[in-house]
């Protein structure tokens, strides 16, 4: 059988070499339009085919597949079918969309119903998040903040290296991208101030993350090794962790974030399969010390993903303002769910884990403003002439990511939101 | 029309003077049995009423409810229908078990049909919990805390009279009373060892806190005033906050508490509402300095209700180790929902917010071990001659509550678990 991945395979339909989503991706996703209710939908070039179609023309016949389970607002009851049931319906789609299959190709009726330009639809949130974590795994990014925030000299904390340290975040404000956001109100205290006050924060800014989806649950005391994650692993999408930093200052201590960041989390609407990120996996940072056993894992399960955060003004262009990658995490996916489980806790299927900020080891590579301007100290100048120091009202902020190689591009999309004023 | 709560109404169901649930109480809850699958019921005494089959006889017919709504295994869409609708079946329920009505104790095969022991049930979550709060608002149990960690002449750091300071916690986790759990398997490290170590949590604690449901939601920007809060709690129940003490002393730096209590938070299967505690209200403690206005109450928004905590060795007898109060709260859980909504985070049904230890003034209104036996310093002597530092393996630990004015005790039940050895 042809692997999915193949460089070698074409699509009948025309997709530029840019795009993002070509015939070796086919992420997931949820979408609506004029005439289609939400339902689950794949990317494919400028098109998204519509699954609920496709299952309804009995093209899945031979994979024993609930076709209704297409036919919801989000991909968890997919999901929760396991991961030889997305991979086999990631193959067969392949099949249906390769140059060589005149499934529906062949058939004008079956291409209208089954295929819907991406300009015609509206995409929605692909999962109903259960459990929400956010992780801390960059090591240049936890060394920024310890650097600015607390001593050059230590700027890691003693548990840093031993533990992929994370915490439990918001799910209900986790939102999909082209959500506008609206800027916080919170209390905040100046270091001079007498007393605390209320009002819109100051210090918006946004962090540069990627999330993984779960698509298998586990029962209360069940523990994931890290060489067993990947088969808990659906997708991933891009995650903008929102983050208001003087709101975080005044509140953090000492059980953590709390409204800094529960305001609005936003993420990229298709999900990419770990199955479409195979060809680019590659070998993480050295970890020194040596983890403990519970998170020893075999093989590369860092992924060579290009990112990049623009920064666009009301009416303005946009402004490339970081590129990073998510191979500079230290810790990986697999480590991070061996951890969050470590304890017993119960994975669900659609909860999501954010890896964190993902900064690299130089200063065009930081993943949020707090670090490109030095808490403000150092500006970003825009191309309108402009300054920032954190993000103003009105502004967009864009992530984009994808992963090349062989000439083939396995791209995310993006995510995108503008900032309101506070009300 | 008589006030649901009238001291005066009596029920045709004989009810010990005891029992937490008299007619004036009501509480709301998921129940299955050999005979029924799971669905809504209210506590009468030592009785569930069946509110499926109360509802199937159209005896809600006058409320203009879907009947199926009580046929369900979590109380979210019944709760999703309104504080106008709560309150409307719960004075229904009353009308219904009160001695001058006929309507179900009139006709035996209806008896028969809508009530049943509660022997002969088994409790289930009453809620599909989407998102998890755990504040940190008793100033006892805080000031507790920052004298043994950190400095007995500032235990209170600068922010805990201004903010509820609160964190996300994990709510896959949260299991009803009667299930047991594990001892958590964690990482940890000994002041004085070179490295850390992964295994059983040597240090298991239970916390005593109470939990308010939310049963209405809001959109992402809306914020809740204090005053308005009382139209968005449904009701409140016992929890049991679980914590690792030596896996959260080692975590929890920079981002708070993690897997340390995400193992396993229990609570009691019966939720109290709002307005079965009305007659409870007490003021709270005087907040000096004065919160921001956005933190402003007016009336009473403490409850009075008492609480106990009891430690049950292995084949022994149950052992009170702790009597406490709900009134000791600083921060009121209107306070607590009006922070929790104050930067535009949205609300959904069926979220829970969890008080925080409840600690009172004196020793033995302490809410957990940590304070009981001040780190373990001061060891508690259980009726059996032995002691207890922290939890040890196979204690069962049970918290009881229940508010009592004239004559007419409102209680809670129980949350109850037992601590089985690590896998």
């Given amino acids: 059988m042809i692997k999915a991945n193949d460089p070698a395979l074409?699509?009948?339909?025309?997709?530029?070499?840019?795009?993002?989503?070509?015939?070796?991706n086919l992420p997931f996703g949820i979408f609506e339009s004029a005439t289609k209710d939400p339902r689950v939908g794949v990317a494919i070039g400028d098109y998204v085919l519509d699954l609920c179609a496709v299952a309804q023309h009995n093209l899945f016949e031979l994979l024993d597949v609930d076709p209704t389970v297409f036919h919801r607002p989000y991909l968890n009851d997919f999901i929760a079918l396991g991961k030889p049931m997305w991979r086999a319906v990631r193959n067969r789609v392949s099949e249906l969309l390769r140059n060589?299959?005149?499934?529906?190709s062949g058939n004008s009726r079956l291409m209208q119903e089954c295929l819907i330009k991406q300009s015609d639809v509206r995409m929605l949130m692909p999962v109903k998040v259960g459990n929400y974590t956010d992780f801390y795994s960059s090591i240049e990014h936890a060394t920024n903040v310890g650097t600015m925030f607390r001593d050059p000299k230590n700027a890691l904390l003693p548990n840093w290296k031993h533990i992929p340290?994370?915490?439990?975040?918001?799910?209900?404000?986790?939102?999909?991208?082209?959500?506008?956001?609206?800027?916080?109100?919170?209390?905040?205290?100046?270091?001079?101030?007498a007393a605390p006050t209320f009002g819109p924060s100051r210090l918006l800014d946004f962090e540069l993350?990627?999330?993984?989806?779960?698509?298998?649950?586990?029962?209360?005391?069940?523990?994931?090794?890290?060489?067993?994650?990947?088969?808990?692993?659906f997708g991933l999408v891009l995650f903008n962790d929102w983050s208001a930093r003087d709101m975080q200052t005044w509140e953090y201590v000492p059980l953590g974030p709390f409204l800094?960041?529960?305001?609005?989390?936003?993420?990229?609407p298709w999900v990419v399969t770990l199955d479409a990120l195979e060809p680019f996996r590659v070998k993480g940072p050295v970890q020194d010390p040596k983890p403990l056993p519970y998170l020893d894992f075999h093989g590369d399960h860092n992924y060579d993903i290009n990112l990049e955060v623009l920064l666009q003004p009301e009416d303005g262009q946009e402004n490339s303002i970081c590129r990073s990658n998510f191979k500079h995490m230290y810790w990986n996916m697999n480590q991070q769910l061996a951890h969050q489980s470590s304890n017993g806790c119960n994975i669900q299927v659609g909860d999501m884990y954010a890896s964190g900020t993902i900064s690299g080891p130089d200063k065009t590579s930081y993943g949020s403003m707090l670090e490109l301007t030095w808490r403000g100290t150092q500006p970003i100048e825009l191309s309108d002439g402009s300054e920032r120091k954190f993000i103003n009202d009105y502004d967009t902020v864009i992530m984009r990511g994808f992963a090349e190689r062989n000439g083939i591009r396995v791209g995310f999309g993006e995510v995108k939101a503008k900032v309101l004023p506070a009300l």
């Fill in 260 to 268: 800094a960041k529960s305001f609005a989390s936003s993420i990229s």
């Fill in 209 to 233: 993350e990627v999330a993984f989806i779960t698509g298998r649950e586990t029962r209360l005391g069940d523990m994931i090794s890290p060489d067993e994650a990947d088969d808990y692993i």
């Fill in 165 to 193: 340290i994370g915490y439990h975040g918001r799910a209900s404000s986790i939102i999909v991208s082209g959500t506008d956001i609206r800027r916080p109100n919170g209390q905040t205290k100046a270091p001079d101030a």
């Fill in 100 to 104: 060589d299959n005149d499934e529906i």
């Fill in 10 to 24: 074409h699509s009948w339909i025309e997709i530029s070499p840019e795009s993002d989503f070509p015939i070796q």
